[in-house]
């Protein structure tokens, strides 16, 4: 019985569910917004999580640095003119996030050392136009509304510090009159328990103890 109700637990451990994960200060659900120039202003940088448990192929989405290739913690990072780095996302499920930079009024603006924890280890980001735009429709939020041409790219005066595996430091962002300064970060998806696998650990341990104590009084 006890060796049975283990093999229980053990098969419900590797069905494990994914979990949702994002930023750890989001400004809110992306999901509807209208994110082009001046619909969507602040004078402070935005981030909303974006697709979430969301599986790719391999070679199916390009990104600008990739974690263990041009991108390594302590790395300082500069924003991209154009996206050419051919570098793509393994096969795997992933979680998406997004920075928005669009400053109130016409007349453009600056920001800088804001720095965005994420609850799952970083392991792309994508600071082009063309790279953000062939992603929206497999990271984007429903329903949301992106900039549809390269005046939403970070770029080579834009500076950003990969702090820590879940941490980026926008050292800083400039801004002009009619662009948005955008980052999809993508974290990788990490596994938790579900119900099933939890409920069998507590069996388990009820199975365990009774066993020990029928031993114990054998003995």
Not at 62 to 76: A, K, M, P, R, T
Not at 98 to 122: A, C, K, M, Y
């Amino acid at each position: 019985m006890f060796q049975k109700l283990a093999m229980l637990v053990v098969s419900s451990l590797f069905s494990w569910s994914t979990a949702n994960a994002g930023i750890m200060h989001s400004t809110g659900d992306i999901n509807g917004l209208d994110l082009r120039w001046g619909h969507t202003e602040s004078n402070q940088v935005q981030s909303f999580n974006e697709e979430q448990n969301t599986y790719i192929n391999n070679d199916q989405v390009n990104v600008d640095y990739l974690l263990g290739n041009n991108l390594f913690v302590g790395d300082s990072i500069n924003g991209i003119r154009h996206s050419n780095s051919n570098l793509t996302l393994a096969a795997g499920t992933y979680n998406s996030h997004l920075l928005h930079f669009d400053p109130l009024g016409t007349s453009g603006g600056q920001v800088s050392n804001s720095r965005f924890t994420f609850e799952e280890d970083i392991v792309a980001i994508i600071l082009g136009g063309n790279y953000l735009k062939l992603s929206d429709d497999i990271f984007g939020g429903t329903g949301t509304i992106y900039q549809n041409d390269n005046s939403r790219r970070l770029e080579p005066h834009d500076f950003l510090t990969f702090e820590s595996s879940n941490t980026l430091v926008l050292d800083r962002l400039l801004v002009g009159k009619y662009w948005i300064d955008n980052a999809r970060v993508i974290t990788q998806t990490v596994p938790e328990p579900g119900p099933m696998a939890l409920f069998c650990l507590g069996l388990l341990g009820l199975a365990g103890s009774r066993v020990y104590a029928s031993k114990k009084s054998k003995s």
